[in-house]
């Protein structure tokens, strides 16, 4: 069988499909970074992939994801009782919905404010805007310092090319890992003054903020984490909370291609920014899959998968499937008004449980920002000039090649 890992990166987004279409569906056969793959889909696929007995994820994770995106020691790698621990960590402090509605609360303030700087006119690249009001808002939420601007400024691009470097292997990538390193060092040495000032190791019953928790945290093994792990940790919350900035380019590009949407989501009445949220999460290419190690021998529908094959589960695949979502390729938002998705089915952060599994503790906050965003973004009078808008399946991650630019009205 051939090794897919270059099919990988000169397809990107249409490399699993592709293949799944030609194996004719079921259980997908490849191979990937030299070792025997299979790739899923589907909410049973799902439900299987979640499970620990099937699919594991410690070593499965290679080195240039960790050095960028992930963070070495971060939650993605752990299993069983180690990531209950560490997991609880992040559901507690990214699913309670008085600090989601701060959250929500900080990325309006910093919207206004940055909306207040634009002038008539002028251009501006959204994607730029976005990152910095986010990484603002972020680090206020946090409690990372918002001063002074050349370091929220520097945090914003360092976040951006952790996002922007994991899945290539050309400069994106050394910047990616220059990026990593040094906000690791800068965080660590934040988390080693709190504890410097509370000898108790920044413990307290509720710590005030996430820095503060990520600080107080002990593991399993009852042991606070080293300081480099803990920030690997609030970088995992930091990161993708900026990447939800592609998600609010995307929900920009999707209003200019349907005007017609702008009217439904300036008003947001029942829930409608929600369902839109829903449908850019859906329609636009984000993480193409995740991965994992079969443990032992396993079955899926009666075919045989074994121990160390790589086991994928295709979320950008299972998101566009004819036979789950009619008209795959339509973007609309009518699909997820009245309803919320089922728990398997709309995958776009990963399937499964919240709390026992490895699904994203951060679709509240992502909807939340979403939802903050693209109603501003929908009643700013803003024109948009012609620009390269092509959205290359090729790259990962994707975005409008201009970045979306507009010209505030
Ligand atoms: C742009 C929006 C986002 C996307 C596309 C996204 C996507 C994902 C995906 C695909 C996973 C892996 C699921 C798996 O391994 O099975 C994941 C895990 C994770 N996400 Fe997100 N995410 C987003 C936003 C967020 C936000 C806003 C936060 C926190 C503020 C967050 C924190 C995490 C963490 C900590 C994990 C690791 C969970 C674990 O391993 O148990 N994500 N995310």
């Known amino acids: 069988m051939l090794d897919s890992t270059l099919p990988l990166l000169s397809q990107g987004y249409a490399w699993l499909p592709d293949l799944t279409r030609k194996q004719g569906g079921g259980v997908v056969r490849t191979r990937l970074l030299g070792k025997p793959a299979v790739a899923l889909r589907g909410p049973a696929a799902v439900a ?25 020691g971060a ?14 960590l992040f559901v507690s402090l990214l699913t309670d919905a008085s600090g989601i509605a701060r959250l929500a609360e900080h990325v309006a303030e910093e919207w206004e404010r940055a909306r207040k700087e634009w002038r008539t ?3 501006l690249t959204l994607f730029d805007e976005v990152s910095l009001v986010l990484t603002r808002a972020v680090c206020a939420w946090t409690g990372v ?4 601007e050349e370091d929220v400024r520097l945090l914003a691009r360092d976040l951006v090319a952790m996002v922007d470097g994991f899945a290539t292997a050309g400069p994106r990538h050394w910047r990616a890992r220059r990026a990593r390193a040094r906000q690791e060092e800068r965080l660590a040495g934040l988390i080693e003054e709190i504890r410097r000032t ?3 190791g920044g413990d307290t019953a509720r710590p005030s903020t996430a820095l503060r928790a990520v600080a107080a945290h002990r593991d399993a093994d009852g042991h606070l984490l080293d300081a480099r792990t803990a920030a690997v940790e609030i970088l995992n919350v930091l990161r993708p909370t900026i990447a939800v900035t592609w998600f609010v380019v995307f929900g920009a590009h999707a209003l200019h291609r349907k005007p017609e949407l702008r009217a439904p989501l300036a008003e947001d009445r029942d829930g409608y920014a929600r369902a839109f949220a829903h449908e850019v999460r859906r329609f636009y ?16 529908r009666g075919q045989r998968i074994a121990e160390g094959t790589m086991v994928l589960l ?16 339509t973007f609309d938002p009518e699909r997820f008004t009245g309803r919320e998705p089922g728990r398997d089915e709309l995958v776009p952060q990963g399937g499964g449980e919240v709390s026992g599994g490895h699904r994203c503790p951060g679709e509240d906050v992502t909807l939340a920002v979403l939802s903050t965003l693209l109603p501003r973004l929908a009643r700013l009078d803003h024109r948009v000039p012609g620009q390269d808008l092509r959205i290359p399946l090729r790259r990962v991650p994707t975005l409008p090649r201009s970045g979306f630019v507009i010209e505030p009205v």
């Open 48 to 72: 299987f992939f979640y499970d620990e007995a099937h699919v594991r994820r410690r070593t499965a994770l290679p080195e240039p994801i960790l050095s960028t995106l992930f963070g070495h």
């Open 75 to 88: 939650v993605h790698t752990l299993d069983g009782e180690e990531h209950r621990r560490r997991k609880a």
């Open 121 to 123: 006119g002028s251009r």
């Open 145 to 148: 310092p918002t001063e002074p």
């Open 198 to 200: 509370d000898p108790s």
């Open 285 to 300: 290419p984000f993480a193409p899959f995740v991965a994992g190690l079969a443990p032992q021998d396993v079955e899926w």
């Open 314 to 329: 295709d979320l950008y695949g299972q998101n566009h499937d004819p036979e789950l979502w009619t008209d795959p390729y």
